[in-house]
C-alpha cells in the first residue's frame, strides 16, 4: 500500500494496523482496486500448486454441505476446481438463491476478490462486519447443519 501511495513502506507501516491504512488507501485513491489487485496477484502467484496441498484436498474430499470463510483468496475455488468438484461461491444475498442442495455453497463473509464491494478490507469495513446482522450471517445462524458437532 506504501508503495502505491509514494511512501517508503517501513515508515508507512508504522502510520497505523493494516486496516486504517486501508481505510486511508481507499480515501486517498478512490477505491480499493489497486490494493485488491495487488493482493489477488501475490496471493496467487503460480508457483503455488494446489495438488500439493493436503488441506485443501481434504476440504474437497470431505463433502461439506456448506463452507464458512473469512477469507477472500481463491484457493477454496481453485481446489474445487482442480478436483473437478462442482461449488457455488456465495458473497452477497443474491447469491444465496441460487444455491443447489447438490453443489458444496463456499461462503465467503470477508468477500471476494471479484467483487471490491464485498471485500472486509478497511476499518470501516471490518466494524461493518462486526455487527453480525449481514444477510451471510443470518444465512448461518439459520443454518440448522451449522449447529451439529
Same mark, same amino acid.
Given at each position: 500500500? @506504501?508503495?502505491? *501511495?509514494?511512501?517508503?513502506? %517501513?515508515?508507512?507501516? @508504522?502510520? @497505523?494496523?493494516?486496516? !486504517?491504512?486501508?481505510? =486511508? =488507501?481507499?480515501i486517498v485513491e478512490g477505491s480499493i482496486g489497486g490494493l485488491r489487485s495487488n493482493l489477488d496477484v501475490q496471493w496467487h502467484q503460480s508457483k503455488f500448486d494446489i495438488?500439493?496441498?493436503?488441506? #485443501? &484436498?481434504?476440504? $474437497?474430499? *470431505?463433502?461439506?454441505?456448506? /463452507? =464458512?470463510? !473469512?477469507?477472500?483468496?481463491?484457493?477454496?475455488?481453485k481446489a474445487f476446481e482442480h478436483w473437478h468438484k462442482p461449488f457455488h461461491k456465495i !458473497?452477497?444475498?443474491?447469491? /444465496?438463491?441460487?444455491? &443447489?442442495?447438490? $453443489? $458444496? %455453497? $463456499?461462503? &465467503?463473509? #470477508?468477500?471476494?476478490f471479484d467483487q471490491d464491494e464485498s471485500l472486509v478490507l478497511t476499518e470501516s469495513n471490518y466494524f461493518d462486519r462486526l455487527e453480525f446482522e449481514a444477510p451471510l450471517d443470518i444465512l448461518l445462524r439459520a443454518d440448522p447443519r451449522s449447529l451439529d458437532s
Open positions: 500500500m @506504501g508503495k502505491q *501511495l509514494g511512501y517508503d513502506p %517501513d515508515i508507512f507501516r @508504522g502510520f @497505523g494496523t493494516y486496516l !486504517t491504512l486501508s481505510e =486511508y =488507501y481507499q495438488a500439493t496441498s493436503e488441506a #485443501h &484436498k481434504l476440504i $474437497v474430499d *470431505l463433502n461439506f454441505f456448506r /463452507i =464458512y470463510t !473469512t477469507n477472500f483468496d481463491r484457493w477454496i475455488e !458473497t452477497n444475498v443474491n447469491q /444465496i438463491a441460487e444455491s &443447489k442442495p447438490s $453443489v $458444496v %455453497d $463456499v461462503i &465467503k463473509f #470477508h468477500g471476494d
